[in-house]
Structures are given as C-alpha cells and as structure tokens.
C-alpha cells in the first residue's frame, strides 16, 4: 500500500499519473518482454503505472505516449532505456540466499572436478543483481581451495541486464543489514567495515569476479567461453516457458562436458536436453553436461 504524506496525499511519485488503457498496458508489455523477455502480467499493472508515473514526472513528460515515443527515438531513448530497465527489474538477492545449491557445488562438485582438472574453475553468475549471488560464490570457492589445499585458481563472470545493479555489485559496498546472512568465518575473512553502516567486499576478492553487461534474450552478445558452473537463480521466474526453454538451451552451449547448470528450485519443470542430465540433490534443480558431448562450433554458442 503507498504511503501517505503530511497532507493525507500519496507522495508525488507514487500517484499514477492518469489511467492506462488495456490497449497502451499491452503496449508496454510488448515493448518489455521484446527487450528483455520479462513478462509482466495483468497484476503487475500498479508495478508499472508508479514506475512509468515516477520516470515521466522526473523527465516532464507529459503522459505515457510521449515517454512511449521518446524511448523509441534513437540514441537518446536508448540511454534512457537502460534507466527504465534499472527501475522495472526486480533486484532481490542475499548473500548466501540458497545454502542447498552451494552445498552441491562444495560437496558434489568441486571433489570430483579438482581430481579430474588442473584448469582454474570458471563460473557464470548469470542475473547477478547487486553482486551478493557471484561473492557469494566467489567465497565460496576460495574458502574451498584454502581448506582443500588445492592450489587451483576460480574466475566468476557476473552478469546483468541492469547497469544500475552492475554498478552497485561492482562497488561491493552494502548496507549492514545486507550482511545478515553471510557466516561470521566468511564476514570475517572476505568483508571489511566501512564506517557504522556499511561494509564492503574485500578488494582481493572483488579481483576474482568481473561485471558485465548482458542480456540473457540476445545470447550473440554472451562470451564464448566455456564454464564449469552456470549460476542462474531466481531469473527464469520472469519469462514465459518457451522463453525460459530458448534461454537454457543457449546457457548449456557455454558448458564445457562435465559443468553444472543450477538453477532456483521450480525455474521450470518437464525440461530435458540431450546435452545434460538431471542431478538428484536435495532441494536443488541442477543439471549436468554430459561428459561425452561435445558444441558444434567447439566451445561457445
Ligand atoms: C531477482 S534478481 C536475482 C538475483 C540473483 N540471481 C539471486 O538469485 O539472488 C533477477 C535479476 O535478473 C536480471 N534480469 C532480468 N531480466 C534480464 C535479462 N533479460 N538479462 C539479464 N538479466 C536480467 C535483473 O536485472 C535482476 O538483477
């Protein structure tokens, strides 16, 4: 429910500017989901009315058809594009958020992919917000290769659709309360104090994960490199099924034989793909490359 102000008024930016017609929602909707692949269903309507509402005002547009026209009008609509991005995508994330998934990567996967490669372990946290989800698994892998002995270096590859995530997952700089989660052995050795509110991830391991920029539905974009592990929670969530299905059949073509795909518990259902099989791990949905199969064009998508 928004908040009232002083007066008894919604604040400004919450107000929705004036109705939307079903015909000029579905057009926004299509504009989206054509960019983005995210979805956005009829109860989400009241989502984009504030968003849209509050951009339009701070621009002084004046009704949605303007701003509809100004995003469509070249360069300019184009770096104002990314800003709407940044306020219509959902950044929810935590440190450590899915302790089952990391536990399959500790336990199931490092000991049998140490034994087998000298290689340093590359990871793809795809959708990685504000950058808690890749130092996660950043910590996650050095405090690996530190109690294992293992001597074997680890890359993660973080990437968003959001500059304005990106930026904030690049400085590493969180609010207390954003720490709740981590464990105080992880805090300790991978997080220093900033001042009474703030933290921030250490610089060495802010080192070992780079940031950037990537749409998920325009995969000629994506690196073609190969990946261990591909990180994709929480994301799926937003596209419709034949999306998310084009999405993961791309995603497993940047898997070397062997790698892992681990997904949010429920990202979709009924998927099969002759590349990979299905893990039994508790509480987890994760795949893996099957070990004798090999990309047509030798690696990348
Ligand atoms: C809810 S967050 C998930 C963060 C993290 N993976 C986690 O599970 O904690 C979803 C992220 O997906 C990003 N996203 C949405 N559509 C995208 C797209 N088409 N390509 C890449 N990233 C996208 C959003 O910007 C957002 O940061």
Redesign the pocket.
Known sequence: MAKQSANGKRPWHLTPLVAMSDAQYQQWVDLLEAR???FLPPERKSFLLTSLSTRIRELNHKDYASYYRYLLSGKEGDVEWEVL?DRL??????FF??QHSLDLISKNFLPDYLADSGDPVRVW??????G??PYTLAMLLDDYMRKERAGRGFFVSA????LG?LAAAMRGRYRNNRGANLPAEYAERYTRRVDSDYFEVNHDLRQQVSFTQ????KPAQARPEEMDII?????LI?FKRERRVAILEHLIKHLRPGGILIL?PGEITNWNNPLMKSMACPATLAFQRRADTVNEQGGGA
């Open positions: 983005t692949g995210i991005v995508t959902v950044h929810e994330t935590r958020r899915d946290s795809v959708g990685c917000a504000t808690e989800e990437t968003d659709i959001s995530a990537f749409n998920v539905i990180y994709c929670q929480n994301l937003y949010g």
